[in-house]
Nanobody, 127 residues
Framework: EVRLVESGGGLVQAGGSLRLSCEAS????????IGWFRQAPGKGREGVSC????????YYLDSVKGRFTVSSDVTKKKVYLQMNNLKPEDAAVYYC????????????????????WGLGTQVTVSS
């Protein structure tokens, strides 16, 4: 059984930083795409970033470029999302997701139909 568990969310002031972690079990990390998504109250889900483990291709939503960094540790089966200079509009529940198709993460876009999802971690940014 594939299981994804996010951690690292919390309350931070605007301009602050958080590092989200996503730990996977029940799956071998290689050749998959891991994505980070977020959903704010009253808004649709949006893809924030993703990483493709076989060649470390990454993608970032325009609004987070230069502020967020995605990385992976294959040995620990973890993916991280370092979020710097957080803004109130970044506040949302953040989810990590795994897709069995590595091509779902591309340099200029990412799919939004991933195979497995975590339960999410709340990020709150105060102004």
């Amino acid at each position: 059984e594939v299981r994804l568990v996010e951690s690292g969310g919390g309350l931070v002031q605007a301009g602050g930083s958080l590092r989200l972690s996503c730990e996977a079990s029940g799956v071998r990390f290689a050749d998959y795409s891991i994505g980070w998504f977020r959903q704010a109250p009253g808004k649709g889900r949006e893809g924030v970033s993703c990483i493709r483990d076989n060649d470390e291709t990454t993608y970032y939503l325009d609004s987070v470029k230069g502020r967020f960094t995605v990385s992976s540790d294959v040995t620990k089966k973890k993916v991280y999302l370092q979020m710097n200079n957080l803004k109130p509009e970044d506040a949302a529940v953040y989810y990590c997701a795994l897709d069995l198709i590595p091509g779902s993460c591309r340099r200029d876009s990412m799919d939004d139909m991933y195979d497995y999802w975590g339960l999410g971690t709340q990020v709150t940014v105060s102004s």
